[in-house]
């Protein structure tokens, strides 16, 4: 049986901690604008379904109580829904908005915590080379969009989302480190991770519980981010009137609150979608909100009842990871699924694992993955453009010194 022990982190240290430092490259990381988890050491690793049981029947000495600080397990929900993994920390660093921080540490890991704490900093530019080629073809991409637009004109599926890949091949290995601190400075307000090689910056929230309240803030319908405000405003303005990008987002919204609602006692949303920015794209986001019914179900369970969300599968579900299967050309993995943390009360929040990468092994390679929403008016050469603006987040900050 695991044995876990939560004390403030003032009882180690008087300095300052950030999360992106104590994950490092070799530990694991989620977090949003400086609240979230970062951990290092491995005490439990497994299957989802098994880390759950085993934090549930774990002992725990909590002398913070807060959400999430008794023990935590971080990890990741596969598109397919066919594979999940847990990863439960030897020593977790937690910080909640409005609190002290914390540090909970498995009986054994005691002289770890302070290896832990150590300023980290990452390597000294090394001057690496970089080339990026394309995964699928252009081909395979531009083919994939037209059958599936046609299959909506038809009316066989409502919408589908057809993604693409690239790979980046570095001359010397890719300093994880770097690359979150990076993250940091330019998607502060995105949920960032970094998960077994598996690292990215989503804007999206899928679900989050914590006891009884559940929330989502799907995203779906994009458009370009200049940095000029009055064009910016002005592609805004677009986003909000374009009827290809509301009928994108209108299926999910209705997907999301559909699913969640046999879960609540009560269940509200945005009557009108918002535009969200980060820093190089604008989308379309409805906060969803409410209160669930007692008992509460797990987040795991929401997380694979939601996912994937029309946002990066389509609609309906079936027919439309049909198509995708079919005309695609990719295997997803852990792309959009979803990423995230839940401990033994079954609270936890995960984000939609967008705007990632998956390195190799030797870290001299990168996976990215970009993807859109294909409905009735959408055009390949447009579709490929937003899958190049979304590429960016991830690239910019994998090439840059």
Request: charged letters at 20%; one cysteine or more.
């Amino acid at each position: 049986m695991l044995k876990f022990t939560t004390r403030p982190l003032r009882d180690f240290t008087d300095e300052p901690c950030d999360l992106n430092d104590v994950a490092a490259s070799d530990g694991v990381l989620f977090v949003r604008n400086g609240v979230g988890f970062a951990g290092r050491g491995i005490a439990l690793r497994g299957k989802a379904s098994e880390v759950r049981k085993a934090l549930i029947g774990a002992s725990t000495d909590d002398a913070v109580n807060l959400t999430g600080s008794a023990a935590v397990a971080l990890g990741w929900h596969s598109f397919s829904g066919d594979s999940s993994e847990l990863i439960v920390p030897r020593v977790v660093i937690g910080k909640a908005e409005g609190t002290d921080p914390w540090v909970t540490y498995v009986t054994g890991a005691e002289r770890e915590i302070s290896e832990a704490l150590i300023a980290q900093r990452p390597s000294a530019p090394t001057g690496s080379s970089f080339s990026i080629r394309p995964g699928v073809s252009m081909e395979t991409y531009l083919n994939a969009v037209t059958a599936v637009r046609n299959a909506v004109r038809s009316g066989e599926i409502t919408k589908a989302v057809i993604a693409r890949d690239i790979i980046v091949e570095s001359s010397s290995a890719i300093d994880v480190h770097a690359l979150l601190r990076r993250l940091r400075t330019s998607f502060g307000s995105s949920y960032r991770f970094s998960i077994d090689g598996f690292i990215g910056a989503s804007p999206e929230l899928l679900i989050e519980r914590r006891e009884g309240h559940v929330a989502s803030h799907p995203l779906a319908g994009t458009t370009a981010r200049t940095g000029d405000p009055t064009v910016d405003a002005q592609l805004a303005k677009e986003l909000r009137a374009s009827t290809k990008n509301q009928v994108e987002h209108r299926v999910v919204i209705d997907m999301v609150h559909d699913t969640l609602l046999p879960w609540c006692s009560y269940l509200d949303w945005q009557p009108e979608p918002e535009v969200i920015a980060v820093a190089n794209v604008q989308h379309l986001g409805t906060r969803v909100e409410g209160m669930l019914s007692d008992p509460y179900p797990h987040v795991l369970d929401l997380v694979g009842a939601l996912s994937p969300t029309p946002a990066l599968g389509g609609h309906p579900r079936a027919a439309a990871l049909r198509l995708i299967a079919e005309h695609e050309g990719i295997q997803r993995g852990r792309y959009g699924g979803a990423v995230g943390w839940c401990d033994a009360e079954g609270n936890g929040t995960w984000a939609v694992a967008i705007r990632c990468a998956e390195l190799s092994a030797d870290r001299r390679s990168a996976r990215l993955f970009a993807g859109g929403g294909i409905v009735a008016e959408s055009e390949p050469a447009a579709e490929l453009a937003e899958t190049q603006a979304k590429f960016q987040a991830m690239l910019a900050a994998i090439i840059r010194p």
